[in-house]
């Protein structure tokens, strides 16, 4: 089992930026692919972002492209995601998950991942 705490989230202005954190702990992090998802009020939990246990390969939900990067120091057993040029639909509940498989590529589906964070707010104002 692994314990994810989450860090980062705050409010900011459309146009901003915020970089969230996720430490890891109680299993091998480097051998996991990692993930974060996101939940808006009245919304189900959808996927933002993922990448691979070696951190050599990422995916990105479409509405997130080219605004947010994940990455991961698997020395310091974190994942972050770096989201630029936030807009109010971004304003969410993000959460981060750790997948169930070991030496996984990254998965987009929330089935993947067996292991999930409380979340952190991050709200994007007008």
């Known amino acids: 089992q692994v314990q994810l705490v989450e860090s980062g989230g705050g409010l900011v202005q459309a146009g901003g930026s915020l970089r969230l954190s996720c430490a890891a702990s109680g299993r091998t992090f480097s051998r996991y692919a990692m993930g974060w998802f996101r939940q808006a009020p009245g919304k189900e939990r959808e996927f933002v972002a993922a990448?691979?246990?070696?951190?050599?390969?990422?995916n990105y939900a479409d509405a997130v492209k080219g605004r947010f990067t994940i990455s991961r120091d698997n020395a310091q057993n974190t994942v972050y995601l770096q989201m630029n040029s936030l807009k109010p639909e971004d304003t969410a509940v993000y959460y981060c998950a750790a997948d169930r498989m070991a030496y996984g590529l990254g998965s987009t589906l929330r089935a993947a991942f067996g292991s999930w964070g409380k979340g952190t707010q991050v709200t994007v104002s007008s």
């Open positions: 990448i691979s246990w070696n951190g050599g390969r990422t």
